[in-house]
Nanobody
């Protein structure tokens, strides 16, 4: 197993739901900032949701707030996606970076893709109208 492995992508109609799973190795979990990013063709990679494994502090992008839920359990990071829209179509990536201090705050401020140094291979989500 790699440090992060995603699963759960697929195709769904607008209004449907999907859950993405990210399996973290035991070396890539405790005291890590974990995030879900997504990248659509021709667009930059954008952060969708973050969680700090040490406290369960969470952050969501405005575009998914109220529809997506990030959670963790036993080295698994989940992204429950409800009320999906065609604009949610993208490749979704699980990412991680070790947190040294002020981690609850860094859930909010560690936003750019290049601030995360561990990545999964990505999983495709396609939402049709």
């Amino acid at each position: 197993q790699g440090p992060l492995e995603e699963s759960g992508g697929g195709s769904v109609q607008a209004g449907g739901s999907l859950r993405l799973d990210c399996a973290a190795s035991r070396y890539t979990y405790s005291r890590y900032l974990m995030a879900w990013f997504r990248q659509a063709p021709g667009k930059e990679r954008e952060r969708v949701a973050s969680i700090y494994t040490g406290s369960d502090a969470k952050w969501y992008a405005d575009s998914v707030k109220g529809r997506f839920t990030i959670s963790q359990d036993r080295r698994m990071i989940y992204l429950q996606m409800n009320s999906l829209k065609p604009d949610d179509t993208a490749t979704y990536y699980c990412a991680a970076v070790y947190c040294h201090s002020a981690c609850d705050g860094q859930v909010w401020t560690t936003s750019a893709a290049d601030e995360y140094n561990i990545w999964g291979q990505g999983t495709q989500v396609t939402v049709s109208s």
